[in-house]
């Protein structure tokens, strides 16, 4: 019984996919295996293309690290970057971040077509991009970390996108952090993706302004060393020399470490955006300090900033196509037995006498473990039962059909909220609701009018509830039943 109730969920999400609505969220649906059916060899591919070209020539390891970034900060990570003017495209090649010094492209050409060779149609650009920042960061030395893939390629770039919210050299510490702030970034991000630049070259026109006239006053800027100041005048003349290029950490120029922000720290940022980072901000500066001092702290903050940063605004098929993809290799749950060491949770006070569903969470399992043994933990299959419940209750609802039904289905998400408003909600932890807080009156009444608005916010808590410390990398386990640890 429970077993074919499964089964039919699985079958009725396939079959309707297509009509099922989807939820759109901050993080999209990427997840790091998703080429994992469609195009097992993808990873693999990028990163020896990579490491050929890093091979080749070392600088290309913080040039592809800046497309991804150029990439990210408009319209989020879509390859937007990655197109040439054509009918109705302005290429952002032009913008003046990119114009004369975006470079790797080819680079990129070459992966793509290494890419369609494999699996036609089946790897973004975008995703590209977010991987080989990743193989260049790690061939340079730095951190690694798993790149949640997923994104779709854009249709449309954006000139004045890219003029605009790509931090420039001579931001002030203010406007560059509220480019940051406008991607969801914060200052941790800041500072930790700045730490990118312990690796690549900028052009004398990045930074000449310092060396000869920071405020308009003819004079040098005073947060530049000033030995180093008259060393970098040599090759950055008052003019000419425009395209000369420079080292932005001249102790390491292709090790990624934490030696930049040891340079921050001597006054020797070679831009003013990265000297800003020590002289603007006492909290700004606390970073720079911590991870001059800490390099596995840098490395740790820096992969976790590049995740988020990869997350920015990515074109998503919805979530429920992707359960298609996903559906070989997902789910599993997560109910502990009574085992050696293990009391369980499953008599607590909210669990005992009504916490259900254990049956179904076990077929889901076992179909789980024939398909690919100890490879889906029962965390995540928590985490898309829920989800896809939902969305089968919509979706029936949606079914409601031509007869009056439907109305009378449809209001349904909504009434509770008007039952709170009639004083009708069963639970205290319900009323209170509406009755110990204008904030949350204020909610329950938007929800009680607006069933999009509810829908939307209730799936994006529900991502956010996901989020709660999971275990993931080395910790935790992959169980082989989900009322067992493995051990036991
Ligand atoms: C920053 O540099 C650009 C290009 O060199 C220049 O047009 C702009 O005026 C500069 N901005 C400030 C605030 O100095
Ligand atoms: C220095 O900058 C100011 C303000 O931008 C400008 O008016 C002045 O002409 C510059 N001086 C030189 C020597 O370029």
């Not at 990873?43 to 070392?58: G, L, T, Y």
């Not at 890419?115 to 061939?139: F, G, M, N, Y």
């Not at 005073?222 to 950055?236: E, F, G, I, P």
Request: charge should be positive; proline fraction near 3%.
């Amino acid at each position: 019984m429970a077993r074919s109730m499964s089964f039919c969920i699985f079958i009725a999400l396939l079959a309707f996919a297509p009509i099922c609505f989807s939820f759109k969220n901050n993080n999209g649906n990427l997840y790091p295996q998703y080429y994992y059916k469609s195009c097992p060899k993808a990873q693999e591919i990028v990163k020896s293309v990579v490491a050929k070209a890093v091979a080749k020539e070392a600088r290309m390891a913080a040039s592809l690290l800046r497309l991804h970034f150029h990439d990210c900060f408009v319209k989020g990570c879509d390859a937007s970057l990655l197109l040439d003017s054509s009918r109705g495209i302005v290429t952002e090649k032009g913008s003046n971040p990119n114009k004369n010094s975006a470079r790797g492209f080819e680079v990129l050409d070459d992966i793509k077509s290494a890419l369609e060779k494999e699996c036609p149609q089946t790897v973004s650009c975008a995703d590209i991009l977010a991987l080989a920042a990743r193989d260049s960061t790690v061939l340079a030395g730095g951190p690694s970390w798993e790149v949640p893939l997923g994104r779709r390629d854009s249709r449309s770039a954006s000139l004045s996108g890219s003029n605009n919210n790509i931090p420039a050299p001579n931001n002030t510490f203010n406007s560059i952090l509220s480019k940051f702030q406008r991607q969801g970034l914060d200052l941790v991000d800041l500072v930790a993706l700045s730490g990118s630049h312990t690796i690549g070259n900028s052009r004398c026109t990045s930074f000449r302004q310092r060396l000869y006239n920071q405020s308009g006053k003819n004079k040098p800027d005073s947060t530049l060393d000033q030995s180093y100041a008259a060393q970098l005048r040599n090759r950055c003349p008052k003019s000419g020399g425009d395209q000369n290029l420079f080292f932005l950490d001249f102790v390491s120029p292709t090790k990624f470490d934490n030696s930049y922000f040891k340079l921050l720290l001597a006054s020797k940022g070679l831009l003013n955006s990265d000297q800003v980072l020590a002289t603007k901000s006492q909290a700004s500066l606390a970073l720079v300090k911590q991870y001059a001092e800490n390099n596995a702290l840098f490395f740790d903050h820096f992969a976790k900033s590049m995740v988020k940063m990869g997350n920015i605004s990515p074109l998503t098929v919805s979530s429920v196509i992707v359960l298609e993809d996903l559906i070989a290799c997902t789910i599993c749950l997560e109910i502990v037995n009574h085992g050696k060491g293990i009391v369980t949770e499953k008599g607590s006070n909210p669990n005992k006498n009504s916490a259900r569903g254990f049956e179904v969470l076990d077929d889901i399992k076992s179909a789980l473990e024939k398909e690919c043994p100890q490879t889906v933990s029962c965390a995540d299959i928590l985490a898309l039962a829920a989800r896809d419940s939902t969305v089968l209750i919509s979706w029936w609802t949606k079914l409601g059909g031509s007869t009056g039904k439907k109305r009378l289905q449809k209001r349904q998400f909504k009434r509770y909220f008007k039952l709170l408003l009639a004083s009708k909600g069963l639970l205290n932890s319900d009323q209170v609701l509406t009755t110990k807080s204008q904030a949350s009156l204020a909610l329950v009444k938007q929800y009680a009018e607006n069933n999009a608005l509810f829908f939307d916010h209730f799936a994006k808590s529900m991502v956010k509830m996901g989020n709660i410390s999971p275990l993931t990398g080395s910790s935790g386990e992959i169980r082989k039943n989900c009322r067992k640890i493995n051990s036991s």
